[in-house]
């Protein structure tokens, strides 16, 4: 199932607001449990949705202001009420992540008719599935070839030294994190131009049997597009995303511990000659 955050913002209107983005000063969130690991994702999802923002021209450049996040130069939308869109999706994002039902999150550009032209999609399929009581149980980072360990916390494959805390040097984390903002912007020289008057959505694609999110008024709504398969789209045949997708350019991908993430960037058919017209 694959669901829309409601609420689409075009504002044209900004003033200076503390960024969220500013990470000069801030710690990096230790991967030790589920909760922190939901936390990390979280802030990279919200400055990346900033970035895509301004390297995709949604709004003018010169309604961005300067920030740093991973101790990397950024930008950041300043206007508050689209700060407090973007800061309200994450953390339904997040709601949902902590339950353990989420596959994708997707940053979605839709042109003036609300057509999807390009889709920023993060995978986080891969992250561990943990009972809500294992929230904040401290992961146990144990060899590959070990299956003999039996605890009562969430177990993860050590893919980095276990003398390091949490499984994963911090200074790692943060130079990879970066790296996906660095690829984010990078990829977006290679979309083109896009039709003017452009939006934006945040969408989520669901586990299989996953339950819809609840609420009311509702933070989530069905999108128009109901996949066929039951995977994720990288998982579909290329006869299944030939019909929507013209390209799909790689960004990044992590496997630090329970840092399991994929990125990429899909491209829809058609685009070009909407911008053209």
Not at 119 to 136: E, K, N
Request: hydrophobic content about 40%; proline content about 8%; charged content about 20%.
């Amino acid at each position: 199932m694959e669901l829309t955050r409601l609420g689409q913002s075009r504002t044209l209107f900004f003033r200076q607001t503390t960024s969220p983005t500013d990470g000069s000063t801030a710690t990096m969130i230790t991967i030790d449990n589920y909760a922190n690991l939901v936390a990390a994702f979280s802030d990279l999802l919200l400055v990346s949705i900033h970035v895509i923002l301004f390297e995709r021209e949604i709004y003018p450049p010169s309604l961005f202001i300067a920030a740093r996040k991973y101790n990397h130069p950024v930008r950041q939308a300043r206007h508050p009420r689209v700060c407090q869109w973007i800061q309200d999706a994450v953390n339904a994002c997040t709601e949902e992540l902590l339950k353990c039902t989420v596959d994708l999150i997707a940053i979605n550009i839709l042109s003036p008719a609300n057509k999807p032209l390009e889709r920023f999609v993060f995978d986080v399929s891969a992250f561990p599935v943990v009972a809500p009581s294992d929230l904040h149980s401290p992961f146990v980072y144990i060899p590959a070839h070990d299956t003999t360990t039996n605890t009562g916390s969430p177990t993860i494959p050590d893919s980095q030294d276990a003398s390091v805390t949490g499984g994963i040097s911090t200074i790692d984390l943060e130079e990879q994190l970066r790296a996906v903002l660095t690829k984010l912007s990078y990829a977006s020289v290679k979309l083109g131009k896009l039709p003017e008057e452009c939006t934006f959505s945040v969408s989520m694609e669901l586990k299989k049997d996953s339950p819809a999110p609840e609420g009311n008024p509702p933070v989530w709504v069905a999108a128009e597009y109901q996949g066929t398969t039951t995977g994720p789209r990288r998982q579909q045949a290329p006869s299944q995303r030939a019909a929507e997708t013209s390209r799909t350019i790689p960004v990044r991908s992590l496997a630090l511990g329970a840092m399991a993430l994929e990125t990429w960037i899909e491209e829809a058919v058609g685009k070009q000659e909407l911008v053209r017209s």
